[in-house]
């Protein structure tokens, strides 16, 4: 039923439903192979089948509360990952290389290979705690003490932290290890990623070209420093995909339902934010829901195909991409350090929202139409 959502969810959007680009994609017998117009009955059907889900009543977002009874988002957020078979579980491969991946989304300073970076773009789309979107002015500087969780006493950012990295949503500390931050394992070793730093560029391959590392799935009671792996399944779907899933095409199909927000609200609420902005237009609201799906679900091999299915890949994949000057800092608090700095610029074209047939299928199968642009 999971599939059957993200199956009906990619047939309704934009790519495949009356894609102009692919109007003209014909068999040889001359049958279109894309739907040419709009149908707007596809949003109903996809949001039917996430809502089919929603209805078997098993499943519901993982939450852990503090010791007052009152809930821990960061703590929901990054064990849902690491609690096996919790009630938001609905696919998961038990046989797998999370240990490879746990290395892979590790600092050096804990023998890691800093290899799962995080761009800029992103840091910058992650909200403050308030729920607003991070200004210029909240950039600068450093901290005078350490910004932590007032009930569980778990520390985000430590005293001296850029204050870009300070006073932001839980989500944000669940996802992205910076530099500065103490490492999830051990809440005392601060990550060095600035260029002479234990983790930084200086003197090897193993860094993150961005200056940021991706830490989503990471289990702080790993160790690659000590060849210490927790064995557990790796999670393929989860329920909050459901609940996104639902939004969108209820948004599509349905704008201003009340389940549009109650469902996105139960996603916000979870993750450590207030309710979305009531009565926003169907645009508005589309703004909110792809970009509570870009932090909800980031890392999880779903935005990729997103970006795709909107047709804004081009916007979105293509130009310069950002991150911290790696080749700069001796310290935590080095200014030079924290200047965006363009890692790597990226080319986008419109025949790359499809991947090419190979050729040698086609050789096999002279019926087979290449995809546009290939």
């Not at 969810?9 to 279109?32: I, T």
């Not at 490492?183 to 060095?192: F, L, S, V």
């Not at 609940?243 to 339902?257: C, H, I």
């Not at 001796?330 to 050729?359: C, G, H, M, W």
Request: proline fraction near 5%; charge should be neutral.
């Amino acid at each position: 039923m999971g599939l059957k959502s993200r199956v009906l969810l990619l047939a309704a959007s934009p790519q495949f439903n009356g894609n102009p680009a692919y109007a003209n994609v014909v068999n040889n017998d001359g049958k279109h192979l894309f739907a040419t117009e709009k149908d707007p009955e596809k949003w109903k059907r996809a949001a039917d089948a996430a809502k089919a889900v929603i209805d078997l009543n098993i499943f519901d977002l993982y939450k852990e509360y503090h010791t007052d009874g009152t809930l821990d988002p960061y703590m929901s957020c990054r064990n849902v990952f690491l609690e096996n078979w919790n009630s938001e579980v609905m696919m998961v491969r038990i046989y797998n290389n999370l240990s490879s991946w746990e290395r892979s989304a590790s600092p050096r300073q804990f023998s890691g290979y800093e290899s799962m970076g995080a761009t800029q773009q992103l840091v910058d789309a992650f909200r403050m705690n308030d729920g607003s979107a991070i200004t210029a002015e909240q950039e600068k500087g450093f901290s005078t003490q350490e910004y932590k969780d007032a009930k569980s006493g778990w520390v985000f950012a430590p005293a001296g932290t850029r204050n870009m990295f300070v006073n932001r949503e839980p989500r944000f500390y669940v996802n992205i290890c910076f530099n500065g931050a103490y490492w999830i394992g051990d809440q005392k070793t601060r990550i060095q990623l600035y260029y002479t730093g234990g983790s930084g560029k200086k003197g090897t391959w193993d860094y993150p070209r961005s200056g940021y590392i991706a830490i989503k799935n990471v289990s702080p009671s790993s160790n690659p420093l000590n060849n210490n792996y927790i064995k557990r399944p790796f999670l393929m779907m989860r329920y909050a995909e459901m609940l996104l899933n639902y939004v969108e095409a209820l948004n599509e199909y349905d704008p201003g339902n009340p389940d549009i927000e109650k469902y996105l609200n139960l996603i916000r609420e979870r993750g450590g934010l207030g309710p979305v902005q009531s009565g926003l237009s169907q645009e508005l609201m589309r703004e909110q829901i792809r970009l509570e799906r870009r932090i909800e679900l980031c890392f999880e091999q779903l935005r990729y195909f997103d970006t795709r299915r909107w047709l804004i890949a081009e916007q979105t994949d293509g130009g310069p991409f950002y991150g911290m000057n790696v080749d700069a800092g001796n310290s935590f608090t080095d200014e030079a350090f924290y200047e965006k700095t363009v890692f790597e610029t990226r080319v986008f074209r419109p025949e790359f929202n499809l991947f090419p047939i190979p050729q040698s299928e086609i050789n096999r199968d002279p019926q087979i139409v290449q995809n546009p642009g290939w």
